[in-house]
């Protein structure tokens, strides 16, 4: 069952503004919790009188590195708070409101409540979670939007990213979500692979006889999408004359057979994926701008495995048990768990999954996957061995902060707060189990929690 989100005032809220403020909310059937600092969790409403540094932080605490849906309502003047809302934004908020009427206001709130809540139940439905496998923020985010968009709209959509990161399973999902789409068939095309001589054929199909070797006559794509959804894979590979082609097909839901004069409709979702710059080859003349943007109808951009690496680990399992299929768990002894999450993967996804091919081959069970069952050629040599936690990234960051002039003390508690929000999130809010993994006691991160609870409420 759904949990009630919880509510937070922030600054100088008058009593008056909390007690009208919460009776709204009552009348459209939401009765907020108290937010329990020690143990922070699940959607929010942030009601505030000011934007501050302070209130900007709270927002980055209980958003939960993207985990969390927070909605800001502002009870300023509308002129007041529009500028800082972007702000807010970006700190964590997933929704400002402006203010309006209360009443006016708690219908709002409810409105985004059960469109988030079911945008959530489908990324958690076997639907998207049998084939998009993660958990981490950048991945969250951008599948949050990709789950909103396939169950709520038609538009088209554009998925741009490097080879391997999985587009061909997300236009799957995609499918798979649309209401309309998905009482009809997923076509995937692959541009890469169509000749320019036949690729009229390969979209639209043929008539007999309409050329050489047309011995009969033949669907092409389009027709074979016909109330389902047509994905067309390395969509920037296409010629020009094929692309003005496909465009009055797509505006206009029309096409011609090769050698027939009798138009046909077909009406789909398209779906399109590309690892270029469609933006750099418009200006380059070698796609058309006015496809561009009959084809961008939501523009996603899929992150390399580099930078979703919180999801190294669960993928490697999953697709270590698609190779074992009598097995139902498995467990990485820690070296091999170090590895796999440092490791480069130029080909992403689609790398990792071969690795794990490699292998399931040589494990031999019972017991975790261990060091001896890497290929010989994935043993890290003695410079990369030694290598820590304290990469480049790490050693970036620290640069960025001292030349904004931040102080040693502030990098040191800012760092501190973070690992303490990282570790907390993993453990699910458990202070002692979080503790254990940062190696302090129970009371030191108690007291830390108690400060950080105190420091917020204070503003």
């Not at 329990?36 to 505030?48: C, K, P, Q, R, W």
């Not at 809540?117 to 990709?146: F, K």
């Not at 200006?283 to 939501?298: K, S």
Request: proline share 4%.
């Amino acid at each position: 069952m759904q949990r009630e989100p919880w509510i937070f005032f922030w600054g100088a809220c008058s009593a008056p503004d909390r007690e009208t403020m919460l009776k709204a909310l009552a009348r459209a059937g939401i009765e907020p919790r108290n937010l329990d600092a020690n143990a922070l969790s699940g959607e929010g409403i942030v009601v505030f009188s000011a934007i501050t540094d302070g209130l900007c932080e709270f927002l980055r605490e209980v958003n939960n590195e993207c985990r969390e849906r927070i909605l800001a309502i502002s009870l300023l003047e509308l002129s007041a708070a529009s500028g800082d809302a972007w702000r807010l934004l970006r700190a964590g908020a997933s929704d400002v409101l402006l203010t309006g009427s209360t009443s006016q206001t708690a219908a709002r709130v409810k409105a985004r409540l059960d469109r988030w809540r079911d945008v959530d139940a489908l990324m958690h439905s076997e639907t998207v979670q049998s084939c998009l496998i993660g958990a981490s923020p950048t991945w969250r985010s951008v599948l949050r939007q990709i789950v909103e968009v396939s169950r709520f709209t038609r538009a088209a959509v554009l998925l741009i990213g490097e080879s391997g990161t999985g587009k061909e399973l997300i236009g799957q999902v995609i499918h798979n979500l649309d209401p309309v789409a998905r009482g009809g068939e997923l076509v995937v095309t692959d541009c890469t692979t169509v000749m320019p001589e036949l690729s009229g054929s390969e979209f639209f199909g043929h008539e007999r006889g309409a050329f050489t070797g047309a011995i009969a006559n033949r669907d092409g794509a389009l027709a074979s999408a016909d109330g389902g959804t047509l994905f067309l894979d390395e969509v920037g590979e296409l010629p020009l004359p094929m692309q003005a082609q496909l465009l009055r097909a797509i505006q206009e839901g029309t096409y011609k057979r090769v050698g027939s004069d009798t138009w046909r409709r077909s009406q789909f979702r398209l779906v399109c994926a590309t690892h270029r710059n469609l933006l750099e080859a418009v200006d380059q003349g070698r796609f058309r701008q006015d496809l561009f943007y009959r084809i961008a109808g939501w523009v996603f951009q899929i992150p390399p495995l580099n930078e979703r690496r919180e999801d190294i680990i669960p993928l490697a399992k999953h697709f270590f048990l698609e190779f074992n299929p009598g097995r139902t768990t498995v467990d990485f002894d820690a070296p091999v768990m170090e590895h796999l999450v440092s490791r480069p993967y130029p080909g992403n996804i689609r790398d990792l999954r071969q690795l794990m091919a490699r292998v399931s081959s040589r494990y031999v069970g019972p017991g975790p996957v261990t060091v001896g069952d890497l290929p010989d050629d994935e043993r890290p040599s003695i410079g990369l061995a030694f290598q820590t936690w304290r990469g480049s990234e790490f050693e970036e960051a620290i640069r960025h902060a001292v030349s904004l002039g931040v102080g040693l003390r502030e990098i040191s508690q800012a760092a501190a707060d973070t690992a303490t929000r990282i570790a907390l999130h993993q453990e699910n809010g458990n202070v002692q189990a979080a503790a254990r993994s940062l190696r302090v006691t129970d009371r030191a991160l108690q007291m830390r929690r108690a400060a950080w609870r105190s420091h917020h409420q204070s503003h």
